[in-house]
């Protein structure tokens, strides 16, 4: 049981009115806060403060024991102060721009003047496990662990229930246009959420509570009746003469502080624009940048590693098979086993491949027929050379082309695109012994099931010259 429940439970059990004014000097200051923010009059909040007390007094025994004190004579002042602020509305919409002239030498921080009249409605949107954890911790000044012990979790529980629930009312008071960090909002109402009440308040407000509760739920209303029209009779008249003088000059002032809050603004909404275009044209030049220098190495590494692993999966799956003399001997010097009745039906794909992986792979795709044409070439076959072009004879076979890949190390073959004719094209990069590269794309057809070759672009000079005299006709 807490210290509050212990003091609340002497006094319905005993009447001690010593503890009574115990739980008054704890929590007048916090009753008296919430009142002022508001009803926005301090006279008229003292009346509410004594109300509250009055009606704890009164309801002391029926409370349940495990009450949080704080919350409740929060929710009681709320629910009292709007009662009493619905009564005499029209009143106090004529104090507020009496108030607003008072406000202009008024020494309370700028986010504050803005914070205060919505904050009461903001922490009403709470869940009543997040109102408390606010009250107790920048309310009540406690930290999080006791926080933590009042709540009955751990501190760590504590702490993060206290930021959900600043985050709730930050995320509120920018809907209603006040901006303001979490930071801001925490030492904000840790410095001016609670303001202490007059000196003289906690003693009549005691005596007057424990009066009160003597005589029954008929004193509130009474009182709230009493307050309302000595209220309204007292303030009609010094309001109209305030208002006329004070009216034009808070105009004036309001008009004055909205420009000058728009233009400042408008001036940081227009240097944050002018940092991202800055950032998105440096971004978007490191990215051009990039892509131009590393997409070609980057796609020829792909292709290369793709043949790779197909060739390294080939060799593991021949050594898995048994080897005997007739194999070897039906294999030839092919050191992969790829016989050209094997390789036939086999669909090639995009990759790097080895000079020592070139065969007759047969017509079956524009890769296989590739990669057949240029083993035909390299290798002399004359015959197959001839049938993969088809029907285009690009030239007679070329001994000096035969010379030349004797050269080559291996060949990277791309995936199928379409050329500007809608042809499918396949690009091969020929890797040479003195580490450099060349390109050359290859157009194809298809005749029955078989790709065919019909035009040979940008096949290089010099690697057709490499052993050769004379320039042989590529088109």
């Not at 020829?300 to 021949?318: M, N, P």
Request: hydrophobic share 40%.
């Amino acid at each position: 049981m807490t210290d509050d429940a212990q003091l609340l439970r002497r006094y319905a059990e005993e009447g001690s009115e010593t503890a009574f004014g115990q739980l008054v000097e704890r929590y007048i200051n916090l009753v008296y806060s919430a009142a002022v923010r508001q009803l926005r009059d301090a006279q008229l909040a003292e009346d509410i403060v004594q109300m509250v007390f009055t009606a704890l007094a009164r309801k002391a025994r029926s409370l349940p024991k495990e009450v949080l004190l704080s919350g409740w004579l929060y929710r009681h002042t709320c629910f009292v102060a709007a009662k009493a602020a619905r009564t005499e509305r029209r009143r106090q919409a004529r104090e507020r721009q009496a108030l607003a002239m008072n406000a202009l030498n008024d020494d309370t921080e700028p986010d504050w003047e803005q914070l205060a009249p919505i904050l009461d409605v903001a922490m009403k949107r709470l869940a009543t496990c997040e109102r408390d954890a606010i009250l107790l911790r920048y309310f009540k000044g406690r930290d999080l662990h006791g926080v933590g012990a009042v709540l009955g979790v751990s501190e760590e529980a504590a702490r993060k229930r206290v930021s959900r629930a600043l985050e709730k009312l930050r995320t509120m008071f920018t809907r209603r246009g006040l901006t303001l960090s979490s930071t801001t909002l925490a030492a904000v109402l840790a410095g001016q959420a609670v303001v202490a009440a007059p000196a003289s308040l906690t003693v009549s407000v005691t005596s007057a509570a424990l009066a009160g509760a003597a005589t029954g739920t008929g004193f509130t209303l009474t009182l709230l009746k009493i307050m309302t029209m000595t209220k309204l009779k007292t303030g009609i008249v010094g309001v109209l003469i305030v208002a006329a003088v004070a009216t034009p000059l808070v105009i004036q002032q309001q008009a004055q502080v909205r420009l000058r809050e728009r233009d400042k603004a408008m001036q940081q909404q227009n240097d944050q624009m002018a940092q991202l275009r800055a950032e998105n044209e440096r971004l978007s030049s490191l990215l051009a940048q990039a892509n131009g220098s590393l997409m070609d190495d980057q796609m020829r590494e792909l292709l290369k590693l793709r043949g790779e692993v197909g060739l390294l999966r080939q060799r593991i799956e021949d050594l898995k098979q048994p080897m005997n003399a007739a194999s070897v001997a039906e294999q030839g010097n092919d050191p992969l086993g790829n016989t050209e009745k094997e390789n036939k039906g086999e669909d090639l794909k995009p990759g790097y491949y080895a000079v020592e992986s070139w065969s007759d792979r047969g017509r079956v795709s524009p890769q296989n027929s590739a990669l057949t044409w240029f083993w035909a070439v390299r290798n002399g076959h004359a015959k197959q050379y001839s049938e993969a072009q088809g029907w285009t004879n690009i030239m007679q076979f070329p001994i000096p082309w035969a010379n030349a890949l004797q050269r080559v190390k291996g060949s990277t073959i791309s995936e199928t695109i379409s050329s500007a004719e809608g042809e499918p094209m396949v690009q091969i990069v020929h890797d040479l012994e003195d580490g450099s590269s060349e390109n050359t794309w290859l157009t194809f057809r298809k005749k029955g099931d078989e790709w065919l070759i019909g035009k040979l672009i940008g096949y290089p000079i010099e690697l057709m010259q490499a052993q050769a005299t004379g320039e042989p006709n590529t088109k």
